[in-house]
């Protein structure tokens, strides 16, 4: 997917250079920096006690905080006011954050130090602006993406306890990871502010996408582990060149 949206911007940034002769400016290559609430839930079950047979008391954690990463973006204006954009995640936003439980002694059980990176995986649309975009100054616009983020979690030390022994009851792995892809649709309303060859754009994110997965491996205790993550809101402020 990366390699055709790469010869894609290849062939626009060739449609750019073919219609230079007529000083249009109609392209533009930045980097852009945004910003977008992320929550992240753990759920799986664990023993009850001892002797219990199978797993039945549940075990849920969530985590909520704040991602700011960065894309690539590519835009081609087409007709002076509607713009086709393509942003690629190249700086993943990082969170690092622990999940516990409570054993049957009343000590506390790390399910995990998680570190969790979340970016953009290839996000496409279409913005439309008001006024011509030809010339330069203040060109506010709205427009929509659809595409991916995607969000990797790596657990590490589960099973441990404030006692330095191991619970087998919550059969905690001591290392695993998993990898979530998001759908994702992103409407947005914004501004580009714009010289002679450079700008830097403005704009607010109404972000919609979430996802489910249990592909972390089965606890000890052979219990499927569930994990949801989901992005919402957000802002992001971009420089680029145009041309």
Known sequence: MRNFILLLMGLLLL??????????????????RFNSDIN?????????????????EPVMETYT??????????????????????DIGTTPSRQNFTFFTRSLDDQDTKIGDVVQTVQTGVLSGLNMYFGNHESGGW?????????????????SNGGERDDDQYDTLTGFRSNQSSTITIPAQVLKIGVDWILENVGMRFQFLSITAEATSSSLPTTRNNQVQHEAVSLTGGFSVAVFAHW
Not at 15 to 30: F, P, R, V
Not at 41 to 51: H, V
Not at 144 to 153: A, D, E, I, K, N
Request: without cysteine; hydrophobic residues 40%; aromatic residues 16%.
């Open 15 to 32: 449609t750019g250079t073919a219609y230079g002769a007529k000083k249009t400016k109609n392209m533009k290559l930045g980097l852009n």
């Open 40 to 56: 992240y839930l753990y759920e799986t079950q664990r023993f009850a006690d001892e002797t219990a047979e199978t797993a039945e």
């Open 65 to 86: 905080g704040t991602m700011i990463a960065t894309d690539l973006m590519f835009e081609w204006i087409m007709f002076g006011v509607v713009g086709f954009e393509v």
């Open 139 to 155: 060109k506010p616009f709205f427009g929509v993406l659809t595409g991916t983020y995607l969000s990797t979690q790596a657990f």
